[in-house]
């Protein structure tokens, strides 16, 4: 209630008691919502962090992608160069056979002579 003079004044039918631990509920109010404030806070920089952690495994994923893109590609080209060469010996080994052919016959008409 309001006097006269506008300063508030307390109505004598509540006792001084009551209107103290009602001020004391308010205080505890006040200080849950302070804790509850401080767990959020805490709460949004802990979901910060996560986001953080979680963008810097996406860019691990992404590089290491791009390294095995890069072994594949290799493992590829080293595959084509082995079969270039296993065709080449193969090749080569025929071209053996037919070169000691040649010098066997060779050998046998010299001998005959």
């Known amino acids: 209630m309001r006097s006269s003079n506008g300063s508030t004044r307390i109505s004598p039918r509540y006792p001084s008691w009551a209107i ?18 401080a767990a959020v806070t805490e709460q ?19 590089e290491v ?27 080569m080994v025929k071209q053996s056979d037919t070169l000691k052919q040649h010098v066997e016959n060779f050998l046998t008409r010299l001998k005959a002579a």
């Open 65 to 91: 992608n791009t390294h095995m893109t890069s072994v594949s590609s290799a493992a590829e080209n080293t595959g084509g160069a082995a079969d270039k060469m296993l065709v080449s010996i193969r090749g």
């Open 20 to 37: 103290s631990g009602i001020g004391g509920t308010i205080g505890s109010f006040s200080e849950i919502a302070i804790a509850i404030a």
């Open 44 to 62: 949004s920089a802990a979901s910060q962090e996560i986001a953080r952690n979680v963008q810097e495994a996406s860019a691990g994923v992404t």
